[in-house]
């Protein structure tokens, strides 16, 4: 008896023992599955984009990077917010659109704590974006502030630089200044504010930065090639079939990035071609042709008219749109103000923010009160006296008038302007889907903010480079795109090939990237077959880059 007990005994406690340990195990499983779930694990990638934050901007930013790295066969995105990991994997399962090969890994943790960056690599990225907040632009810039300081403390250091997305331009100096050498600004509220304003003045300008911003068509690439050395910009800019040629990084010139230069420049050893291209390794340079330049139809300049802006609603940055349209606009133009702010306020909200009302030598402030939806409010302004009428969100809505004079009539331009109601209508649209329905209203033109703002992240992202170029076309001064009437570089049926266009119009010391027929719907940029001569219309109009007028 005593011997079977002690075996019973043994066996129970065997078992007892057994269970505890399958216990233990399969509770150290289930916790591993359950921080593996919810994004408590490290991430053992190198070499990949690291974006920190949540926006409605995300999607946006996660489909250009995936089409940029389409090319490479793939990428690593990992995206690290202050949310559940199976919420966010869920929501990037929503989005509309092929990843093309590259891999989305999310992770639940805070920017501004050290563990949790080490977490996701953050050593290792090659580039970290910054997402603003959505919310108040003080306490979403002052995140982005800790969040550098946070990344500057790294011990390991960085290997990637870092985009940050700002909503208010006066903490622009502040981030820079605490992220040094490291840090690229991209200052949304700031950048769709100056789109909406050259867009509104020439419609057509939106789809166009559309192509240039995103990766789907042709972007902005630099590149070092030293078998151009010692040739002039002007043999440079005919060199390349499959790419326009916009600029050079001097490297005398600690790398400084020169658009548009004079033809006379030579290329010297170490400088890199700034060009327009459709990826990086579908352009080289090829042997020089041989391209009449011809001379221009005439030495005449289209006069640089008054407008008549009318801009509905009230920006928190209202006293930088003034400024910069104050730089744009022609001397004696009006600015037109409608919105609900009481008149009395409005000066001191502009003085408040900056603006010294003394300054202004080009425009005039004209001021209304109203509601822009409410169409017995528009009503009451003088609408027939707005040639052209751009409209954006209740928020966000402007009004421009274009002189007829300076377009010809029947012209891409003039066509538009004279509509039906006398109006082109540009409107500024948050979520893309929007655009099917603009396409069976009569607005001709729009916007797309987020997905602008997400295209310029991206690409700074895969290149800080070009955040320079961007910054100089978005200002009001240096080089912008233009929409220029063929009438300027080519008479009626006059036969001539892309290069030649393009030498003609170094005469104006500008670089022609594109052009949009008159039956056409969109714009070629960075057309093929440069060297193929064809007859031309002066209704065609040439996208181009130039100084400000």
Not at 139 to 163: C, F, N, P, Y
Not at 283 to 308: C, H, N, Q, T
Not at 363 to 384: D, K
Request: charged share 25%; net charge negative.
């Amino acid at each position: 008896m005593g011997p079977r007990l002690v075996s019973v005994s043994i066996s129970f406690g065997g078992m007892l023992i057994f269970a505890m340990m399958l216990g233990l195990v399969s509770e150290a499983i289930s916790e591993k599955l359950d921080s593996l779930r919810k994004g408590r694990s490290e991430v053992v990638e190198q070499n990949h984009t690291l974006i920190l934050g949540w926006s409605d901007k995300l999607g946006s930013l996660l489909n250009q990077l995936a089409i940029a790295n389409e090319s490479l066969g793939g990428g690593i995105v990992v995206v690290m917010a202050e949310r559940d990991k199976e919420e966010m994997e869920l929501d990037i399962a929503k989005m509309e659109f092929d990843f093309r090969g590259t891999s989305v890994i999310c992770r639940s943790g805070s920017p501004l704590i050290l563990a949790d960056l080490k977490k996701v690599s953050v050593s290792k990225a090659r580039a970290i974006v910054v997402l603003a907040d959505d919310g108040n632009a003080d306490q979403s810039d002052a995140r982005a502030l800790r969040t550098v300081l946070s990344l500057t403390g790294v011990k390991e250091g960085l290997r990637g630089h870092i985009v940050v997305e700002l909503s208010d331009l006066d903490n622009e100096v502040l981030v820079k200044l605490v992220g040094g050498q490291l840090v690229e600004t991209v200052v949304a509220h700031d950048v769709i504010g100056r789109l909406m304003i050259q867009c509104a003045r020439q419609p057509g300008l939106a789809q166009i930065w559309e192509d240039i911003l995103g990766f789907e068509n042709c972007e902005f690439y630099i590149k070092r090639w030293p078998q151009l050395d010692g040739m002039q910009f002007e043999d440079v800019l005919i060199s390349f079939p499959d790419a326009i040629p916009c600029g050079v990084k001097v490297a005398s010139r600690g790398g400084k990035i020169i658009l548009n230069p004079e033809d006379s420049y030579v290329l010297q050893e170490g400088d890199e071609v700034l060009v327009i291209a459709e990826d990086d390794d579908t352009y080289a340079p090829g042997a020089l042709p041989m391209v009449w330049r011809g001379s221009l139809p005439g030495d005449f300049i289209v006069p640089k008219l008054m407008e008549k802006i009318l801009l509905c609603g009230w920006r928190r940055d209202m006293e930088d749109m003034i400024m910069v349209l104050d730089a744009f606009l022609a001397p004696g133009s009006e600015l037109w103000m409608f919105n609900e702010v009481v008149e009395s306020e409005r000066e001191r909200k502009l003085i408040d923010g900056g603006l010294d009302l003394s300054r202004l030598v080009n425009i005039t402030l004209v001021h209304r009160e109203g509601n822009a939806v409410i169409r017995r409010h528009l009503e009451s302004l003088p609408l027939e006296s707005f040639d052209s009428a751009k409209r954006l969100p209740y928020r966000e809505a402007m009004v421009t008038r274009g002189q007829r004079g300076s377009f010809s009539r029947g012209s891409w331009i003039g066509e538009m302007q004279q509509a039906s109601d006398r109006s082109v209508i540009i409107s500024e649209i948050l979520d893309p889907r929007t655009k099917n329905l603009l396409s069976m209203s009569k607005i001709s033109d729009y916007v797309l903010s987020n997905e602008l703002v997400s295209m310029a992240l991206a690409m700074v992202a895969e290149d800080r480079q070009i955040n320079d170029v961007l910054e100089e076309l978005f200002a009001e001064e240096g080089n912008e795109l233009h929409i220029r009437l063929a009438e300027l570089y080519l008479h009626e049926g006059e036969e001539l090939s892309f290069y030649e266009i393009i030498l003609r119009a170094r005469l104006k010391r500008e670089i022609i990237i594109g052009y949009r027929l008159a039956n056409a719907e969109r714009a070629v940029i960075n057309p093929p077959n440069k060297n193929e001569r064809r007859r031309w219309s002066v209704k065609d109009v040439f996208v181009v880059i130039s100084e400000k007028e």
